[in-house]
T-cell receptor
Framework: RKEVEQDPGPFNVPEGATVAFNCTYSNSASQSFFWYRQDCRKEPKLLMS???SGNEDGRFTAQLNRASQYISLLIRDSKLSDSATYLCVYSSASKIIFGSGTRLSIRP | EAGVAQSPRYKIIEKRQSVAFWCNPI?????LYWYQQILGQGPKLLIQ????????DSQLPKDRFSAERLKGVDSTLKIQPAKLEDSAVYLC???????????FGNGTRLTVT
């Protein structure tokens, strides 16, 4: 089993729609979780950290479910500029592991 | 704040040649990472340094890849000899401490022909 698993997509949704991705992880000792965004031919950039209580940043909401070992990202009122690959990341005491990413394409 | 600097941006070499990449992390960041990202995949950790010590190099193909961070600041990643399957983007990242969010450089796009 992969350490981090994500649905590769692509998710193709209309502008204004709400879209959600899940990411499962296998290491129960994982301590920190993040969502990164990667545009085509660019480096990954931190989108948001994921806290146990869940957190929201504008149109983006991240949730962590430790019992089921998954994290989620919800994007509301999606914009064309949200088109990108979203990478799920967890870190344990000594390493940071990236998922393969979920491709999102927003259409007008 | 200056970001993570990497060079070169692009490199094209023939198989069996050698190549080196350079990374300068954000000032004060103790942890430095080298990732390999093949097209369509997520970044794969090659090696992680804490200051000038190696924390994790379990996925580094040590028969051909080497990396160092001698003074705990800049780092170089070397491939010798290169294979076709080494074609990828090599990303350097740094973080303030272990477990903190990573900041990536622009990456070096390597093509091996």
């Amino acid at each position: 089993r992969k350490e981090v698993e994500q649905d590769p997509g692509p998710f193709n949704v209309p502008e204004g729609a709400t879209v959600a991705f899940n990411c499962t992880y296998s290491n129960s000792a994982s301590q920190s979780f993040f969502w990164y965004r990667q545009d085509c031919r660019k480096e990954p950039k931190l989108l948001m950290s994921v806290y146990s209580s869940g957190n929201e940043d504008g149109r983006f909401t991240a949730q962590l479910n430790r019992a089921s070992q998954y994290i989620s990202l919800l994007i509301r009122d999606s914009k064309l500029s949200d088109s990108a690959t979203y990478l799920c990341v967890y870190s344990s005491a000594s390493k940071i592991i990236f998922g393969s990413g979920t491709r999102l394409s927003i259409r007008p | 704040e200056a970001g993570v600097a990497q060079s070169p941006r692009y490199k094209i070499i023939e198989k069996r040649q050698s190549v080196a990449f350079w990374c300068n992390p954000i000032s004060g960041h103790a942890t430095l990472y080298w990732y390999q990202q093949i097209l369509g995949q997520g970044p794969k950790l090659l090696i992680q340094f804490q200051n000038n010590g190696v924390v994790d190099d379990s996925q580094l193909p040590k028969d051909r890849f080497s990396a160092e961070r001698l003074k705990g600041v800049d780092s170089t990643l070397k491939i010798q000899p290169a294979k076709l399957e080494d074609s990828a983007v090599y990303l350097c990242a740094s973080s303030l401490v272990l477990g903190a969010p990573l900041h990536f450089g622009n990456g070096t796009r390597l093509t091996v022909t």
